[in-house]
């Protein structure tokens, strides 16, 4: 079968698919059943490293559970999913200082995984809420979201390690015919046919510490993961590269036009242009991030208020300060007390 091309250029990471085999196996079918229907290589192995277009995606995983009979076994399958068989998209959670920071790296990751959806991090009266923002246009995702949920569920849930933890989970999709363990488990905090996809965390757990925290274990792979990011976006959106390089400039302590632009490969009036097109500024984009970055060191580490000034490009602790008040509204230390 000739392979679909990837014309709206709305892709996802096709090892996902390659999952799907070991599942395929244990209900007593094969690889084969998908290779016979789909543009796919001739084993699952071939997949990695590879993109495949979102909505031929979701028809597999469609596909793959009328195959095996059962529409409820993504749901197991991908609650029992090992740890980091998802390659550094695992990590940057299971390793990140706090749930709170393993949720928003989701968020700011997500380019590793796909370009056509967003996964969105928010903190609301009572919970924190991790939100998957899928277009309609990509075509039925019922077990393609099952899929994302059970996971994503399960190493929350690893990284919280309390047994009374009460994730309440909201589907836009219909609840599945058949039934599952991870159904039994969750009960009536499992909710189908919502207005949105996402999960509720009380908001007490937000500060648990994963088990596998460890500070320069996680140095490296937020590094990975950032060059990852950039090597994906630099073959797309030049202001999201520029995004990334200021990000990553700012943690070295030197973020400067020339400095950036340099690292990019761009003079620096091409930087200022594509930015111009974007209606902002070389200030306006570092004033921002720095703002974001201020906020995760002050809310996420134990660094000193030195150490995050000059982080951050700040070469007097007091600019430091004015600059938290005026973003805040607090002193740097009256923000940390209160996180």
Excluded at 97 to 103: D, I, T
Aim: glycine share 6%; net charge neutral.
């Amino acid at each position: 079968m000739a392979a679909r091309k990837l014309q709206s250029e709305e892709w996802g990471q096709a090892e996902q698919i390659g999952y799907l085999e070991p599942l395929l196996v244990s209900k007593g079918k094969s690889w084969k059943g998908l290779v016979q229907r789909f543009p796919l290589p001739r084993h699952a192995s071939d997949l990695k490293g590879r993109k495949v277009e979102m909505s031929l995606m979701l028809e597999v995983f469609e596909y793959a559970a009328e195959l095996i009979g059962d529409d409820a076994a993504m749901l197991d399958y991908y609650s029992d999913l090992p740890h980091g068989a998802i390659p550094t998209f695992d990590y940057v959670a299971l390793c990140a200082p706090s749930l709170r920071a393993a949720l928003q790296n989701w968020q700011r990751f997500i380019a590793l995984r796909t370009n056509c959806y967003h996964m969105i991090f928010t903190e609301e009266t009572g919970f924190g809420i991790l939100t998957w923002d899928i277009p309609d246009r990509l075509g039925t995702r019922t077990q393609n979201m099952f899929a994302k949920i059970a996971w994503a569920s399960s190493r929350i849930e690893h990284i919280v390690q309390d047994p009374d933890l009460h994730l309440t989970i909201e589907l836009t999709v219909p609840p599945p015919r058949c039934t599952s363990r991870f159904q039994e488990r969750y009960g009536n905090r499992l909710l189908f046919s919502q207005a949105r996809d996402r999960i509720l965390i009380p908001y007490r757990y937000l500060a648990a510490i994963p088990p596998k925290n460890e500070e320069n274990l996680y140095g490296l792979v937020e590094a990975t993961a950032m060059a990852e990011v950039e090597k994906i976006l630099s073959l797309h959106d030049p202001i999201n590269r520029i995004k990334a390089a200021v990000n990553e400039h700012f943690k070295s302590g030197d973020c400067k036009l020339g400095t950036v632009a340099k690292s990019l490969g761009m003079s620096q009036r091409s930087l200022q242009r594509h930015l111009e097109t974007e209606g902002t500024s070389f200030r306006e984009l570092t004033d921002t991030i720095r703002r974001t970055l201020a906020s995760g060191y002050l809310r996420e580490t134990n660094l000193t208020l030195q150490e995050i000034a000059f982080l951050l490009g700040f070469s007097e602790l007091s600019s430091f300060s004015r600059a938290v008040k005026t973003w805040f509204g607090l002193s740097p230390s009256q923000y940390r007390r209160n996180r």
